[in-house]
Nanobody, 119 residues
Framework: VQLQASGGGLVQAGGSLRLSCAAS????????MGWFRRAPGKEREFVAA????????RYAESVKGRFFISRDNAKNTVYLQMNSLKPEETAVYFC?????????????WGQGTLVTVSS
């Protein structure tokens, strides 16, 4: 499975961005897809995930109510709508996929897309 993340950029605090992650290759090889982020000087952390089959979603507490993850199975693509962004959420955002719930040790990773939130 190959993952291609896109949609990062520069946004002011309080603004919004939508990230996309398109899967290709053995797209029957994963059941869960999600987003992680790594801020400068920090460890990679979980942001949100969605189950490909039944659509169940999971969020980090820090983004609940502001970020929304969705999927388009026909396009093998997952989206992360990010609203009310904060400067401390400046990070490289990575998408991941796996046969089980995604974690920081998941099997498939995209290349990352940089999100910069200015104050």
């Amino acid at each position: 499975v190959q993952l291609q993340a896109s949609g990062g950029g520069l946004v002011q605090a309080g603004g919004s961005l939508r990230l996309s992650c398109a899967a290709s290759g053995r797209t029957d090889g994963y059941y869960d897809m999600g987003w992680f982020r790594r801020a400068p000087g920090k460890e990679r952390e979980f942001v949100a995930a969605i189950n490909r089959s039944y659509g169940g979603t999971r969020y980090a507490e820090s983004v609940k109510g502001r970020f929304f993850i969705s999927r388009d199975n026909a396009k093998n693509t997952v989206y992360l709508q990010m609203n009310s962004l904060k400067p401390e959420e400046t990070a490289v955002y990575f998408c991941a996929a796996d046969r089980v719930a995604v974690t920081t040790t998941s099997r498939y990773w995209g290349q990352g897309t940089l999100v910069t939130v200015s104050s």
